[in-house]
């Protein structure tokens, strides 16, 4: 059992708050000074699933994403480099909200008991943490939650969120037939680096990109990795002031740019240039320009997927290998358009599954090939074990094939396949664009977004919101399904549905339509049907 002086006296510098917390699709987010006990209750666990777990090493990152600079938040990563176990959640969310030194003894007694968690065995955990001010005192509190059971931990300092992912899965796969690389940020940028060079060989270099950083850790991280990726690639920085807290997403990075559908701040943009926004932690990306009428074009999650799952379906088929069968997989936030394309011009399997990185990830582990992105600029693709297999033993009957073969194991490797990663999402798109020689422009013809809007409405309980159907139809409160449908009938290409928020005290109401004026009418009406 444990020692609960140890304990006591170490939970006595990290006193609760009366709040309620719930360790939720992005873990625990909220204003940092509220997370202090939070966090170091959230080191226990990991000590916890790291016992569990033989040992292995878990990830813990400390971000708040895309929100402002004084919040904060703490997501812990499974060995493979995934989102923590589903199930694991409801114990972060129970050790946190324990209301006395006894009840944290309990708890942890109770998941030992019923987990069949052997105490004994060793724990080791390590830490990333963004650019904010408040990362380096949560870091200390989440390592005197470690202290309580003994775990062994190891401090990474500044990292973006995949680079975190990354190492964990390095550091768990080392000396293995599975190893992923070298456990350290250096050995990362030598992975990516190397791959996107063999991806690039011998194609002309395509214009500066344009790269808003959101004022964040992708900023420093980037810097670093450009000398890696030597001539390959020209990228011009902006946003990059992380010396500058207030500063951190705003105005600026993917989120800014995806909701407002507009250029950050700190960037000046003209017809000839292609851009990118990066969210605050560097794991979320989206590509925009202008059009030569000043308008401005976005090129999101949903982009990326239809451009990424365009190129591997023809790399497959170059390859001479296309038993190969790409998925793509999507959230009901995808624009309508993309599913089309995906569908009927591509030829390839779509599913839809709820809001939530580990959902997506899930699902796109069924194909051969999966590529998933959430429309906010999330996402990567995963290769099977078997089509990994069947990709690094093809051979190829003629040069073109070889070529293709090398450049299919060039993307597994350039693709961060534990969570959607922003650079390198990067190199992929800048990959396909190089080989195709096109312009953002180019790539956005493949379809037409449809217009669409996402309104947040504050309701007095989000909770009694209930939904099916990957979130796409209510079944409580019961009747406004029914209503929504009536309405959504009457709009050419309609499509609405509303769901309560994870991450934010709101239900969001998503509506698309044939022109921009039905589209903002119908998400007035259902939005009204709401309030
Ligand atoms: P919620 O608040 O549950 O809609 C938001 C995003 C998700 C995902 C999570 C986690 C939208 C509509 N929702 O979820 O896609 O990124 O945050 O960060 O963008
Ligand atoms: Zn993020």
Same mark, same amino acid.
């Given at each position: 059992s444990i020692n609960v002086e140890n304990l006591s006296a170490l939970s006595a510098k990290h006193p609760k708050p009366s709040n309620t917390f719930t360790y939720g699709t992005a873990g625990f987010r909220m204003k940092?000074?509220?997370l202090d006990s939070v966090i170091f209750r959230t080191g226990i666990l990991a000590a916890l699933r790291s016992k569990k777990l033989d040992g292995k090493v878990i990830g813990c990152m400390i971000t708040a994403s895309h929100?402002?600079?004084a919040d904060n938040g703490v997501k812990l990563v499974d060995p493979?480099?995934?989102?923590?176990?589903?199930?694991?959640e409801a114990h972060a969310t129970a050790l946190s909200n324990a209301q006395s030194d006894e009840q944290l003894v309990d708890y942890i007694h109770s998941m030992v008991n019923s987990l069949k968690i052997d105490l004994t065995k060793p724990a080791n955990v390590i830490l990333g943490r963004d650019t904010?001010?408040?990362?380096e005192a949560l870091v200390n509190a989440f390592v005197d939650g470690l202290k309580v059971l003994d775990a062994k931990s190891t401090d990474y300092g500044i990292l973006t969120t995949p680079q975190l992912h990354y190492i964990t899965r390095c550091l768990n796969t080392a000396?293995?037939?599975?190893?992923?690389?070298?456990?350290?940020a250096e050995g990362y940028y030598k992975k990516l680096a190397s791959a996107f060079k063999t991806l690039v060989d011998g194609k002309t270099k395509l214009s500066p990109l344009i790269l =808003?950083?959101? /004022?964040?850790?992708g900023a420093p991280k980037f810097q670093e990795f450009l000398p890696f990726l030597g001539d390959s690639i020209s990228v011009k920085i902006v946003n990059? =002031?992380?010396? /500058?807290?207030?500063?951190?997403n705003l105005n600026s990075g993917a989120d800014f740019v995806k909701t407002g559908q507009k250029a950050p701040v700190g960037l000046k943009m003209t017809s000839q240039d292609r851009c990118a926004s990066f969210d605050g932690d560097a794991d979320r990306i989206v590509y925009y320009y202008q059009d030569e009428d000043g308008t401005f074009k976005l090129l999101d999650g949903d982009k990326i997927a239809g451009l990424a799952a365009m190129f591997i379906i023809d790399l497959v088929k170059a390859a001479g290998i296309d038993s190969i069968k790409v998925g793509v997989v999507q959230t009901a936030y995808a624009n309508g358009a993309s599913t089309q394309y995906l569908r009927n011009t591509l030829n390839v399997p779509v599913s839809c599954v709820p809001t939530g990185v580990k959902h997506l990830h899930h699902e796109a582990l069924k194909y051969d090939v999966g590529v998933y992105f959430e429309a906010n600029g999330h996402g990567t693709v995963v290769f099977s074990p078997s089509a990994l297999k069947t990709i690094y033993s093809a051979e190829g009957s003629s040069p073109a094939q070889a070529v293709a073969i090398r450049n299919l194991r060039a993307l597994s490797e350039v693709i961060n396949q534990t969570v959607g990663d922003a650079f390198s999402d990067l190199l992929l798109v800048e990959t396909i664009l190089t080989q195709r020689q096109w312009t953002p422009k180019v790539w956005d013809q493949a379809y037409t977004d449809l217009p669409n809007r996402l309104v947040k409405v504050v309701v007095q309980?989000?909770?009694i919101f209930k939904t099916v159907d990957a979130e796409r139809k209510?079944?409580?409160?019961?009747g406004l399904q029914e209503a929504i449908d009536a309405i959504v009938l009457?709009?050419?290409?309609g499509r609405s549905f509303v769901r309560p928020s994870g991450t934010e005290d709101v239900v969001r109401v998503y509506a698309e339509a044939a022109t921009r004026s039905e589209t903002d009418e119908l998400a007035h009406r259902i939005g009204g049907l709401v309030y």
């Open positions: 940092a000074d509220l929100n402002p600079a493979m480099g995934e989102m923590l176990e589903g199930s694991w904010r001010p408040s990362g000396g293995t037939p599975e190893a992923y690389g070298e456990p350290s =808003d950083c959101a /004022n964040g850790v990059d =002031d992380i010396d /500058n807290a207030a500063k951190l309980d989000r909770s209510l079944v409580e409160p019961a009457k709009f050419r290409d």
